[in-house]
Nanobody, 123 residues
Framework: QAQLVESGGGWVQTGGSLTLSCAPS????????MGWFRQAPGMGRQFVAT????????FISPTVRGRFTISRNNAKNTMYLQMNNLQPEDTAIYYC????????????????WGQGTQVTVSS
Protein backbone atom coordinates (compact mmCIF):
# COMPACT_ATOMS: atom_id res chain seq x y z
CA GLN A 1 0.00 0.00 0.00
CA ALA A 2 1.43 3.35 -1.08
CA GLN A 3 2.05 5.77 1.74
CA LEU A 4 1.56 8.76 -0.54
CA VAL A 5 -1.68 9.50 -2.37
CA GLU A 6 -1.98 11.94 -5.27
CA SER A 7 -5.20 13.55 -6.45
CA GLY A 8 -6.38 16.33 -8.72
CA GLY A 9 -5.39 15.02 -12.12
CA GLY A 10 -7.67 15.06 -15.13
CA TRP A 11 -8.17 16.52 -18.58
CA VAL A 12 -7.71 20.21 -19.25
CA GLN A 13 -7.63 22.34 -22.35
CA THR A 14 -4.40 23.92 -23.53
CA GLY A 15 -3.75 27.02 -21.46
CA GLY A 16 -5.80 25.76 -18.54
CA SER A 17 -4.85 25.07 -14.93
CA LEU A 18 -4.89 22.17 -12.51
CA THR A 19 -3.83 21.74 -8.91
CA LEU A 20 -2.47 18.39 -7.80
CA SER A 21 -2.43 17.31 -4.16
CA CYS A 22 -0.32 14.76 -2.35
CA ALA A 23 -0.99 13.56 1.17
CA PRO A 24 0.35 10.66 3.23
CA SER A 25 -2.06 7.80 3.80
CA UNK A 26 -0.97 7.66 7.44
CA UNK A 27 -0.83 10.54 9.91
CA UNK A 28 2.59 9.44 11.17
CA UNK A 29 4.36 9.69 7.80
CA UNK A 30 7.22 12.20 7.82
CA UNK A 31 10.04 13.01 5.44
CA UNK A 32 12.75 15.64 5.02
CA UNK A 33 11.56 16.73 1.59
CA MET A 34 8.90 15.98 -0.98
CA GLY A 35 8.87 16.22 -4.72
CA TRP A 36 6.85 15.93 -7.91
CA PHE A 37 7.91 13.95 -10.96
CA ARG A 38 6.12 13.22 -14.20
CA GLN A 39 6.33 10.45 -16.74
CA ALA A 40 5.07 10.69 -20.28
CA PRO A 41 4.43 7.53 -22.35
CA GLY A 42 7.71 5.90 -23.35
CA MET A 43 9.78 8.32 -21.28
CA GLY A 44 11.60 8.17 -17.96
CA ARG A 45 10.48 10.01 -14.84
CA GLN A 46 11.22 13.71 -15.13
CA PHE A 47 11.83 15.93 -12.12
CA VAL A 48 9.29 18.73 -11.74
CA ALA A 49 9.67 20.32 -8.31
CA THR A 50 10.71 19.71 -4.73
CA UNK A 51 9.97 21.31 -1.37
CA UNK A 52 11.36 20.95 2.11
CA UNK A 53 8.94 19.25 4.53
CA UNK A 54 8.65 22.49 6.49
CA UNK A 55 7.64 24.28 3.28
CA UNK A 56 10.21 27.04 3.71
CA UNK A 57 12.31 26.22 0.65
CA UNK A 58 11.51 24.87 -2.78
CA PHE A 59 13.05 24.32 -6.19
CA ILE A 60 11.26 24.19 -9.54
CA SER A 61 12.62 22.60 -12.69
CA PRO A 62 13.52 25.24 -15.33
CA THR A 63 11.29 23.27 -17.71
CA VAL A 64 8.16 24.38 -15.86
CA ARG A 65 9.38 27.38 -13.86
CA GLY A 66 7.05 30.31 -14.20
CA ARG A 67 4.05 28.08 -14.84
CA PHE A 68 4.15 25.58 -11.96
CA THR A 69 4.28 26.30 -8.22
CA ILE A 70 4.94 23.83 -5.41
CA SER A 71 3.67 24.42 -1.90
CA ARG A 72 2.76 22.71 1.37
CA ASN A 73 0.02 23.14 3.92
CA ASN A 74 1.54 21.83 7.11
CA ALA A 75 -1.75 21.92 9.00
CA LYS A 76 -3.22 19.56 6.42
CA ASN A 77 0.06 17.70 5.89
CA THR A 78 -0.50 18.08 2.16
CA MET A 79 1.73 19.11 -0.74
CA TYR A 80 0.40 20.85 -3.84
CA LEU A 81 1.47 21.44 -7.40
CA GLN A 82 -0.31 24.38 -8.99
CA MET A 83 0.00 24.11 -12.78
CA ASN A 84 -0.91 27.06 -14.98
CA ASN A 85 -0.86 27.62 -18.73
CA LEU A 86 -0.75 23.88 -19.31
CA GLN A 87 0.50 22.66 -22.67
CA PRO A 88 0.11 19.31 -24.46
CA GLU A 89 3.74 18.48 -23.60
CA ASP A 90 2.75 18.56 -19.92
CA THR A 91 0.63 15.46 -20.49
CA ALA A 92 1.97 12.73 -18.22
CA ILE A 93 1.37 10.73 -15.09
CA TYR A 94 2.38 12.93 -12.16
CA TYR A 95 3.91 11.30 -9.09
CA CYS A 96 4.66 12.66 -5.66
CA UNK A 97 7.57 11.22 -3.74
CA UNK A 98 9.53 11.56 -0.51
CA UNK A 99 13.27 12.21 -0.22
CA UNK A 100 15.74 12.18 2.65
CA UNK A 101 17.31 15.47 1.62
CA UNK A 102 16.19 18.70 0.02
CA UNK A 103 16.93 19.60 -3.61
CA UNK A 104 17.00 16.00 -4.78
CA UNK A 105 16.30 16.07 -8.53
CA UNK A 106 16.76 12.45 -9.60
CA UNK A 107 14.22 9.70 -9.09
CA UNK A 108 16.78 7.45 -7.40
CA UNK A 109 17.05 9.93 -4.53
CA UNK A 110 13.40 9.38 -3.59
CA UNK A 111 12.45 6.39 -1.44
CA UNK A 112 8.64 6.51 -1.32
CA TRP A 113 6.28 7.05 -4.24
CA GLY A 114 2.60 7.53 -4.78
CA GLN A 115 0.59 5.68 -7.41
CA GLY A 116 0.44 8.69 -9.73
CA THR A 117 -2.33 10.79 -11.20
CA GLN A 118 -2.91 11.32 -14.92
CA VAL A 119 -2.84 14.81 -16.39
CA THR A 120 -3.95 15.17 -20.00
CA VAL A 121 -3.72 18.47 -21.87
CA SER A 122 -5.23 18.91 -25.28
CA SER A 123 -7.15 21.36 -27.37
Amino acid sequence: QAQLVESGGGWVQTGGSLTLSCAPSTRTFRSYAMGWFRQAPGMGRQFVATIRWSGDNSFISPTVRGRFTISRNNAKNTMYLQMNNLQPEDTAIYYCAAAREFAAVTASEYYEWGQGTQVTVSS
